[in-house]
């Protein structure tokens, strides 16, 4: 990945302009209006045939719309589906290489409001280049985001049968656990510094999907550094500890060495892929699917533990004759 540059080359540049003009004039018939995730407006004379994916889960929700065939560029770590990993790269998603965005003559660009830089996108936006933001933050955002982004490429009926699908599939977790007695849990996204996040995240709809209650639901940022103190303090019966990219079982053992804590004391200490949880695409269901069993078997636990505190009732006096 090349750093960033100053300026873009006179290649790039060229190849941007060409972009801009191609999609200069009035909008047609098959013209494309809509309004992003941060209520920019945005405008296609057609629907988009080149397009740059500046975050893993963008590229997997393209594909997943049935617009994989249009996706010309996209970030590191955009692994799924398969055909996604021969897609040309752009550098990291908090590192874009602007160069290599130009080259590809995109004719839109799908970004990431939280995790790219805001000068990255501007630039593009200042070359011509239109850019769409992703960013949802709840399930139903997630079949709105597939209904969109069909929109933008013209793949309006694939995206809304996947739409429908992730819809009937998440009322059906909801019938079966959202109205269950509430669970406390815990979702650590990072262990150096501590991280979680609050009510407004996408994991936190998918928390209260299953009957979990986020003990650290009320802190204003999205995803706050917290300390130990404040878990001991909250409690949870559950701990969720989902790294970014891979397995860490070692967050999990430290939460074992303090047995006040019901989560650890139960057992309750858990771990989802975090492909299936913490990117902003369809297989969020997969990781809500393992979240609500685990959510579950700590309701068991938790009645098999009040069963074994209640003392048996005492025998009935003997009747006198």
Same mark, same amino acid.
């Given at each position: 990945?090349?750093?960033? *540059? ?10 941007? !302009? ?11 018939? !098959? ?15 057609? &629907?988009? %045939? ?21 996706? +010309? ?10 055909? #996604?990993?021969?897609? #040309? ?23 990431? $409001? ?10 593009? $936006? ?24 069909? %929109? ?6 694939? #995206? $809304? ?26 979702? %650590?996204?990072?262990?150096? *510094? ?11 709809? +998918? ?20 300390? +130990? ?19 860490? &079982?070692?967050?999990?053992? $430290?939460?074992?060495?303090? &047995? %006040? ?20 695409? &369809? ?5 809500? #699917? ?32």
């Amino acid at each position: 990945m090349s750093s960033l *540059p100053c300026r873009l080359s006179d290649a790039a540049a060229s190849a941007a !302009a060409a972009t801009l003009l191609a999609l200069g004039g009035p909008a047609s018939a !098959a013209g494309v209006e809509l309004v992003d995730d941060t209520g920019r407006k945005l405008a296609l004379a057609a &629907p988009a %045939q080149r397009i740059v994916s500046l975050a893993p889960h963008v590229t997997e929700m393209l594909f997943a719309a049935g617009a994989g065939e249009r996706v +010309v560029g996209a970030v590191d770590y955009s692994d799924y589906p398969e055909a #996604a990993q021969r897609i #040309a790269r752009v550098g990291g998603y908090t590192r874009i290489d602007l160069e290599a965005v130009a080259a590809l003559r995109p004719d839109l660009v799908i970004g990431w $409001q939280s995790g790219n830089r805001e000068g990255d996108l501007a630039r593009l $936006q200042a070359l011509g280049i239109p850019v769409y933001l992703s960013e949802p933050r709840n399930l139903e955002d997630v079949a709105r985001n597939l209904e969109r982004l069909g %929109q933008l490429a013209g793949s309006e009926p694939a #995206a $809304q049968a996947a739409a429908s699908a992730f819809r009937a599939r998440r009322e059906h977790l909801a019938a079966t656990y959202s109205a269950r007695d509430k669970v406390r849990v815990f979702y %650590q996204i990072w262990d150096r *510094p501590l991280m979680t996040v609050n009510d407004h995240h996408l994991i936190a709809d +998918v928390i209260r999907l299953c009957g979990g209650a986020n003990v650290f639901g009320e802190v204003a940022h999205l995803t706050p550094t917290i300390g +130990v103190e404040a878990v001991l303090a909250a409690n949870p019966e559950v701990i969720v500890a989902s790294g970014m990219g891979e397995a860490r &079982p070692e967050w999990l053992d $430290q939460w074992s060495r303090w &047995p %006040q804590l019901e989560a650890a004391r139960r057992d309750n200490l858990f771990f989802i892929p975090p492909e299936l949880i913490q990117r902003h695409t &369809p297989r969020i269901l997969d990781g809500a #699917a393992r979240l609500c069993g685990q959510v579950e078997t700590a309701r068991k636990r938790r009645g098999a533990a009040s069963a074994a505190l209640t003392p048996p009732a005492a025998p009935a006096p003997a009747r006198a004759d």
